[in-house]
């Protein structure tokens, strides 16, 4: 099951408001990519945990600390907002043709993580800004004397100068996580022919780029032109003991899958169903169709080929996970009940599928389903607490079986976790009143008050 959430301003901000505030004084605004939602899938998740692990130790980091956040977003891009965790854009996923290349990626973008470039960034904005704010002064003393026209040219050509400064240092920045990137594949006995391939890639993408609005400046780009970045590390790469190893063929079948459902998911329904036509008769392309048939409203058609993925496969968790769905979506929560049960058990409790399995019992109306959703769902919050859709749902049901407390506390876990502090205050506050002093949940609830409290006072003193 493929879902859009909101990235949780708690994980996303802690280091994205720096970036912001320098990319922004340089002209450049990250609202794009923020506006974007991230995408939470189980076995896309899984996938994305089994490649990175190797390349997450040998850069030296404890792989359950560093986080790969899947991104809705068209574009070619991954990049890092601070803390441990790599943004990974669908784009990506689609451009790519294999495992390997996205571990080339990943790699990459563990460089900059563990070469601390976000909070170096702010040595490259402060000498932008010193150039900025000399050729100020100078353009506005030389106007002040009279000299209109050369104060203006002094000021343009200082903002032109800054910019480059600090694209500069960023090159290096890039630089260096290249080089970076290509030991911990080394390290890690990855071949790095995915790294090299994936500039291809992006050297296509560049000179599509330039031929649509014009010619590339080198010195004008954040990062080094794909070619140079290809020919300088290709030596290293090739010298690798692990250059000629294969990947896991088994890590292939799962990118194609993931890829497939990316396309059924994030295109067009007809865009998907020409990349998948029904002449093709594999796995992924049924796994396409049955997303891209779900999306365009044909529920038959989607089940139809979900139902061959589960003759396939009858004991895979994702393809039953993706059945239930598509049931409950069509407005048949207790024909979902059974593929998600089997679907729960055969990803051990996975809290994405665990979340969807809660959502269904609920959605039943059923009171007899409503203590089983209510277990399910606290399993699901307590392995994965970063899900408000599964707070919200944990709510529904504590308030459908009398629980008023604990229906409030799920609501303002929920409203925390999205940034909104003064509704996650006033549940909180709620929830204490009927829940006894001193319990687990009863500190909990003091918890979030306190910090939604604090929140809110430091907004006021800004």
């Not at 044909?298 to 393809?319: G, H, I, M, N, R």
């Not at 990803?347 to 277990?375: C, F, M």
Request: net charge neutral; charged share 25%.
């Amino acid at each position: 099951m493929i879902s859009p959430f909101s990235v949780p301003r708690r994980r996303w901000l802690a280091g994205a408001r720096a970036a912001c505030a320098l990319l922004l004084a340089v002209t450049m605004s990250t609202q794009p990519a923020m506006a974007q939602s991230v995408l939470r899938d189980a076995e896309t998740e899984a996938y994305l945990h089994e490649i990175a692990s190797p390349l997450i130790a040998a850069a030296g980091l404890q792989p359950g600390n560093v986080d790969i956040i899947l991104i809705g977003d068209k574009e070619i891009n991954a990049f890092v907002a601070g803390g441990q965790a790599v943004y990974i854009n669908s784009g990506l996923i689609e451009a790519a043709d294999n495992t390997n290349e996205v571990q080339g990626v990943i790699a990459h973008e563990l460089g900059h993580i563990t070469g601390g470039h976000i909070i170096r960034q702010g040595e490259g904005a402060k000498a932008a800004t010193g150039i900025t704010i000399l050729s100020l002064l100078l353009g506005v003393a030389a106007m002040a004397a009279g000299a209109g026209d050369a104060g203006m040219g002094v000021m343009m050509a200082g903002q032109q100068a800054a910019l480059g400064k600090f694209l500069a240092f960023n090159r290096t920045q890039e630089a260096s996580a290249d080089s970076a990137g290509v030991s911990f594949l080394d390290k890690a006995g990855i071949s790095g022919r995915g790294m090299l391939s994936f500039f291809q890639k992006l050297r296509v993408e560049e000179y599509r780029f330039a031929s649509t609005y014009a010619e590339t400046d080198p010195y004008m780009q954040t990062h080094p032109m794909s070619g140079d970045r290809e020919a300088t590390l290709q030596a290293d790469i090739q010298k690798s003991a692990a250059y000629g190893k294969k990947t896991d063929p088994a890590l292939d079948v799962k990118f194609q899958r993931i890829k497939a459902k990316l396309i059924g998911y994030m295109d067009d329904p007809t865009t998907a169903l020409r990349k998948y036509p029904e002449t093709d008769q594999g796995l992924p392309a049924h796994y396409a169709r049955a997303y891209a048939w779900h999306r365009g409203a044909y529920p038959d058609k989607a089940v139809e080929e979900v139902d061959k993925l589960v003759a396939a496969a009858p004991t895979d968790p994702y393809f039953l996970e993706l059945k239930g769905q598509i049931l409950l979506e069509s407005g048949k929560p207790k024909e979902a009940l059974a593929p998600l049960r089997l679907a729960v058990a055969g990803s051990r409790n996975a809290p994405l599928i665990a979340s969807l399995l809660g959502h269904a019992l609920v959605a039943t109306e059923d009171p007899e389903n409503l203590k089983e959703a209510r277990d399910v769902l606290k399993v699901a919050v307590a392995r994965d607490r970063d899900n408000p859709f599964a707070w919200y749902t944990l709510g529904t049901a504590y308030a459908r079986l009398g629980d008023e407390p604990r229906a409030q506390l799920a609501t303002a876990e929920r409203y925390a976790l999205i940034g909104e502090e003064r509704m996650a205050m006033a549940s909180a506050e709620a929830a204490m009143q009927g829940i006894k002093q001193g319990t687990p949940d009863y500190l909990r609830a003091e918890d979030i008050a306190l910090s939604a409290r604090s929140a809110q006072n430091d907004r006021k003193k800004r």
